[in-house]
């Protein structure tokens, strides 16, 4: 797989951008750690390795344990691995990142405002929106995952 095109140099402005979304993302109070949680989940729905191998490389920096990060797909089924926000917030990014499929229905709505605050419900759903639109670059322009670029 070969890089299509480097939007960072075709449109700096669109760019940062979403650079300052994310800016707003990491400075809303929600945990650097929970946001970085649901970017790779969202990464893994839409299978982009760019963005997996970045935000998981994120996570080991911030000392979360590979164990974790192992399950983090079968988040679900991990026991107590994953805390109260981390799968509300889990959850979320799954529905709201499948949109066309789930609705986002209610009772996913009424399950992640039991946990979250309207303004962390919606600073996360931002940040959703953000990844999914990261995603989107980097998968339709191929960027180049770092760990393949070591090889």
């Not at 669109?14 to 945990?31: E, F, I, N, R």
């Not at 799968?87 to 992640?112: C, G």
Request: charged content about 25%.
């Amino acid at each position: 797989m070969s890089k299509r095109l480097d939007y960072n140099q075709i449109a700096p402005a669109g760019v940062k951008a979403l650079g300052g979304v994310y800016g707003y993302v990491m400075q809303s109070g929600l945990s650097s750690a929970l946001v970085e949680l649901v970017y790779l989940r969202i990464s893994q729905i839409n299978n982009c390795a760019y963005c997996l191998d970045m935000h998981t490389r994120d996570l080991l920096k911030k000392g979360v344990k590979i164990e974790k990060l192992a399950l983090v797909q079968a988040w679900k089924e991990a026991g107590n691995l994953f805390d109260e926000r981390e799968r509300a917030a889990l959850a979320w990014a799954e529905t709201v990142t499948r949109v066309a499929d789930t609705n986002v229905p209610d009772e996913a709505y009424q399950a992640a405002r039991a946990v979250f605050e309207e303004r962390e419900l919606v600073d996360l759903t931002i940040a959703i929106g953000l990844m999914n639109a990261y995603n989107r670059l980097a998968i339709s322009f191929r960027n180049t995952p770092q760990a393949a670029e070591a090889d």
